[in-house]
């Protein structure tokens, strides 16, 4: 089984409807992330987590929100989608110990 | 700030030839550096990593990476191309101390061709 997994894997969804993205793991990682990717951009930070009470905002944050369930999950919700949203969107997860984040298989997003 | 700068957003090589995959960064700090390959409809997958060990860095799949501080550079490099390797590479870099933030460059797809 996958250590990294991100549900749904593809959603095309309209604008104004608010949708939600789920991320789990279970390498026991206290850190996660979510990334957004879009072509010829590279991945930016929407927002990160130190642990269930300690998450912050990334360089990109407007427009989403999230929520850490559990060590093990983390949530990324767009309240009100729109079409410049559409985009790939990645959760990673690291320790404390180490500096490499490990990532899922990614979410591909339409916002129509 | 921290910031990746990857040259060529495509690069072309035929099977057999070498890779080399260009990236320069820029770091108030010591930096970590990653190198992170992205296969079609995948996540980002760890190649190797630079975290002030030794300079040459040897990864999966027969890369390598080299730092050289004095030219802010950490290309990577693969004796021999296999068609396996068509993917999209991304140079990352860190701080080497506290939040591990990891700012990524643009990328670079690496075509093969038989």
């Known amino acids: 089984d996958a250590d990294v997994t991100q549900t749904p894997r593809n959603r095309i969804t309209k604008t104004g409807k608010r949708i939600m993205l789920e991320c789990s793991q279970t390498?026991?990682?206290?850190?996660m992330y979510w990334y957004r990717q879009d072509p010829g951009l590279g991945l930016r930070l929407i927002y990160y987590?130190?642990?269930?009470?300690?998450?912050n905002k990334g360089e990109i944050s407007d427009g989403y929100s999230v929520s850490r369930q559990a060590q093990a999950k983390f949530s990324l919700s767009l309240e009100s989608a729109i079409p410049n949203q559409t985009a790939l969107y990645f959760c990673?997860?690291?320790?404390?110990?180490?500096?490499?984040?490990?990532f899922g298989p990614g979410t591909r997003l339409t916002v129509t | 700030a921290q910031s990746v700068t990857q040259l060529g957003s495509h690069v072309s090589v035929s099977e057999g030839a070498l890779v080399l995959l260009r990236c320069n960064y820029s770091?108030?700090?010591?930096?970590?550096l990653f190198w992170y390959v992205q296969y079609p409809n995948q996540g980002l997958q760890l190649l190797l990593k630079?975290?002030?060990?030794?300079?040459l860095v040897k990864g999966i799949n027969g890369f390598e990476a080299e730092f050289k501080k004095s030219e802010t550079s950490f290309h990577l490099t693969k004796p021999s191309a296999h068609m396996s390797d068509a993917a999209e590479y991304f140079c990352?870099?860190?701080?080497?101390?506290?939040?591990?933030?990891?700012?990524f460059g643009t990328g670079t797809r690496l075509l093969v061709s038989p």
């Open positions: 390498k026991g990682h206290d850190r």
């Open positions: 987590s130190f642990d269930v009470k300690d998450i």
């Open positions: 770091s108030s700090v010591p930096p970590y």
């Open positions: 990673a997860t690291s320790d404390s110990l180490h500096y490499e984040q490990y």
């Open positions: 630079y975290t002030s060990a030794a300079t």
């Open positions: 990352a870099v860190s701080k080497n101390t506290g939040f591990q933030k990891l700012v």
